[in-house]
DNA sequence: AGCACTCATGAATCGGAAA
DNA sequence: ATTTCCGATTCATGAGTGC
């Protein structure tokens, strides 16, 4: 359990309802198949899925390094399938019961690479999501290619998808910015592999073969859910995703088959530390630039009503007025964006950067003196 | 026409031949439908090819900056589809004369985003192509997403394929290594997007709305085409695959049907300067040293029969024999390769750096002793 | 303690020609 | 088709060891 309330849970769940489906296992691992454990959840109950599927690498005969030594490939039964056709109806019965359980808000990412993204990114086309973004994992430190066939394959694909094309969705965009040093998240991410403490073992041995890195289910939860929303994995392996939404005050439910895999993400799960409240509020919007209204520049004599605004070019002029609109020579009255977007004759215009003030004979926007506020005004 | 010599015509274009089909419309644009046009090319007759199909974007409405600028996005006809069960077809039926049109040992590469390459993968996939990498290429200067709603969309996707699983392929390994400071080339590329002089424009708009970057083509056809091989490019638009194969010496073929795109292709690719032979070989096979057999070794007396052979740690010994073969100490005999796998029990072993002399009582490889010879002996 | 060095290892569709 | 043999081939990281 994390340290926010579930203030979200679904109504299906409530008491006294008349249908009365199971409550949601919160918090908890359920045992078994994934696409029988969905079937039993109820529909629209949870706000975002992550998914990290078998691939299907379909490997060939050993592989060793040119020091001789032996690679220790996937070769688990649960990454072996018959044909893509059974793949492909495996992956789209898993991701039709997602669907299902999504809320109508909700996302669903799914992690993959080239054997198996492209069946993927297909079905859920296919299934009505609509993809939002992929996004690629470049591997800071991947595993060469030792025969020198290839390139190295040093990246996997993660696909992000709502519900529908008209469907709402969580993206903290704020956090995401910040967490990028002010610039715009983008779509290539870069993250070691899973390693070093990290790395659950068992008298020396990797307890899964795939086990993610944390850094990457951080990242993800961070961006496409609220505190206190719930996150389903289907395929749980060690518990990343579920240590992660502890850790940031998210409500997780995972599935798993593997006795060996549910025994080491129980145990590390319960030592993830839930962070404290305020450090989630931070996190949730951080930094998030106080908003200034244009009047209030005006209110406190940074521009005086009567003084005149043009575009860079000094193609078009308004008058500043007392409340903090503008007039143009041409009559037309708005706010700083409004009236930009009028006098262009265009749909949308930002006003901070379109009108400009003149200071010692040199044009400045006046997105310059807001800056000019917040500092002084700013502790 | 490259300046190397067309060595590599398919026989079917040989003169004399019972079947006379077309012979190869060699460095020309076939102008017309992409489908008809590979239609009447004969099977197995090119060495690669490079698609930048459509990529079924489905816009909306129209995209503002928040300057309120227009932003120019792909809305012409030919990117339209009335479903993504049009566009699958669209994609099977050229990918399959593509596969019919490859040589057997020839390559595909097909570029796209998230709206139609999990579409395009899949059907590469289910034509019997066997995917050799998944290739991002990171753009340096993406667009921003100017809503702010979803992660700044800053890659593309290609898909490398050979026909099949068994298929041997070209893979200049030493080239892209060379290319990458002497690292593995990743399967993570970055470059800018196309702009600047390069960027075709016409009265100061751009000829083409998706013109890929010659970077992109240039490292393409470096890594996996010979000089001398005909490139093929189904979507040819302004010729971006023309100009650089020209420049590296590959015969190409373009087919488009818009007139616009092949004026501007034409007049592209006739500026376009083919590279002199010396720099074509430089970067086929940087660095490729002639092979050397160890018994050269022991013919030039750079190691004596009778002397002693030993590994890094002194833990295996063997004899040099007259004939340049081994024989160790307990009585296996075998090359330097074969003898190193055997006495370490290992499935194979690269003599030349596993055997080790000694010289001022220090261990060696005797590839030193290799390097040594070669640099002697080469003018 | 700190540095230098060795060694192990990671979602991998990993050879090809001659006999 | 199968076998044999030749020869080409690795990067970043962390743990462990030794000085």
Redesign the pocket.
């Known amino acids: 359990m994390g340290v926010i309330e579930k203030i979200r849970q679904p109504r299906v769940a409530a008491r006294g309802t008349v249908a009365t489906p199971e409550p949601l296992p919160l918090d908890s691992i359920i045992r078994g198949d994934c696409i029988a454990a969905m079937r039993a959840l109820p529909a629209k109950s949870v706000d975002m899925i992550f998914a990290?599927?078998?691939?299907?690498?379909?490997?060939?005969?050993?592989?060793f390094?040119?020091?001789g030594?032996h690679?220790?490939?996937?070769t688990d039964d649960w990454?072996k399938f018959d044909s893509l056709k059974h793949y492909d109806a495996f992956t789209r019965a898993w991701l039709a019961e997602a669907h299902r359980i999504l809320k109508d808000d909700g996302t669903i990412w799914v992690i993959g690479?080239?054997?198996n993204i492209y069946r993927v990114g297909a079905a859920v086309q296919d299934l009505g999501y609509w993809i939002l973004n992929d996004i690629v994992w470049r591997k800071?430190?991947?595993?060469?290619?030792?025969?020198?066939?290839?390139f190295?394959?040093a990246h996997?694909t993660l696909i992000w998808a709502s519900k529908g094309e008209k469907a709402k969705y969580t993206f903290n965009y704020r956090s995401m910015k910040t967490l990028n040093d002010e610039l715009q998240m983008r779509s290539d991410w870069e993250f070691?592999?899973?390693?070093?403490?990290e790395r659950l073992k068992r008298d020396?041995v990797?307890v899964h073969?795939?086990?993610k890195p944390e850094a990457l289910l951080y990242r993800i939860l961070l961006a496409c859910t609220k505190p206190g929303d719930v996150v389903l994995d289907p395929f749980f392996g060690t518990g990343t995703t579920g240590a992660v939404a502890r850790r940031l005050g998210r409500s997780w439910i995972g599935i798993e088959r593997e006795e060996d895999y549910i025994a080491a993400a129980e145990q590390r799960i319960a030592a993830a530390l839930p962070l404290d409240e305020s450090a989630l509020a931070t996190m949730q919007s951080p930094r998030a630039a106080p908003k200034v209204a244009f009047g209030v520049l005006v209110e406190n004599a940074y521009l005086t009503p009567g003084a005149v605004l043009t575009d860079a070019k000094r193609r078009f002029r308004a008058t500043i007025r007392a409340d903090g609109s503008l007039l143009s020579d041409c009559g037309a009255i708005g706010s700083i964006h409004k009236l930009g977007a009028t006098v262009q004759n265009a749909p949308a215009c930002n006003g901070w950067s379109f009108w400009h003030y003149e200071s010692d004979g040199k044009l400045a926007p006046i997105d310059a003196l807001r800056q000019t506020y917040l500092l002084a005004t700013q502790p």
């Open positions: 990290d599927p078998p691939y299907n690498l379909q490997l060939g005969g050993e592989l390094r040119p020091d030594t690679v220790d490939a996937v990454d690479s080239y054997h800071a430190n991947p595993m060469p290619n030792f025969r020198g066939t290839r190295t394959n996997e070691p592999i899973c390693g070093g403490q020396g990797k073969p795939t086990q």
